[in-house]
């Protein structure tokens, strides 16, 4: 039975057993021609009003950070987009300048999934970002990623380079899309997924991909953040 935690997407796919893992598996969406052109399209619309509505947002968070500690406002890092080309994420910092070299010394500390790096009380987050982090306020430049094209609103999470190179054929499927600002790991726990749910929910968005799917998303994921579940 559909209902809005389970909608009728999830009951329309066949599943199939894969040799590595149970995931469903249909074929691939129909991404090209007018669906693409309508999802891109809403994409930078949508950024575009978002960026103008959230400007005095922006400046009041960029000062902040910038008052703190007088670090840079923003933090890049290498992710990989569609068809598997590489980008620059932009979101706000929310750590210290050095978090890199820290890194090293609290290996043994990581509760993250496959090669991410979390930790649900990491002394590297500054006191601005702890509360950006909560309320999912460091992702807004990535708004900048949508109109630049690298992104989408909604899709898969941009993976780390160290992900993909451990994926194995089927899961390359998620790169079909690009990678998205929220998704359904975004809804779905977050940080608090395994590396391979998060995968497995990523291929279940490329392959069951409509603009209501995306909508629907983007509809759950204020819930989600008010809720702050798997936030950190």
């Known amino acids: ?44 619309v949508v950024a575009g009003l978002a960026l103008l509505l959230t400007a ?56 993250g999934a496959g090669a991410l790096f979390k930790m649900r009380s990491d002394p590297r987050v500054t006191k601005p970002g702890v509360w950006l982090r909560r309320w999912s306020l460091d992702e807004l430049p990535q708004l900048l990623n949508v109109l630049i094209g690298d992104m989408s609103l909604v899709g898969p999470r941009p993976a780390l380079p160290a992900e993909v190179a451990r994926y194995h054929d089927h899961m390359r499927r998620r790169l079909v899309v690009k990678p998205g600002i929220t998704g359904l790991w975004q809804v779905s726990g977050r940080s608090d997924l395994s590396w391979a749910d998060a995968v497995r929910l990523d291929l279940r968005y490329v392959e069951n991909w409509s603009l209501a799917l995306d909508l629907q998303i983007l509809w759950k994921t204020g819930y989600a953040v008010v809720r702050g579940s798997g936030a950190y």
């Open 56 to 111: 005095p947002l922006f400046l009041l968070v960029a000062t902040w950070i910038k008052l703190h500690d007088h670090g840079p406002v923003f933090f890049r890092q290498i992710r990989v987009g569609k068809d598997g080309r590489t980008f620059n994420v932009f979101k706000f910092r929310t750590m210290v300048v050095d978090a890199e070299r820290q890194k090293v010394q609290l290996a043994a500390s990581n509760e």
């Open 1 to 44: 039975m559909c209902t809005w935690r389970q909608p009728c997407w999830m009951w329309r796919a066949r599943a199939r057993r894969s040799a590595r893992s149970p995931l469903l598996h249909v074929g691939h969406p129909e991404l090209t021609g007018p669906k693409r052109a309508v999802k891109a399209g809403f994409d930078k």
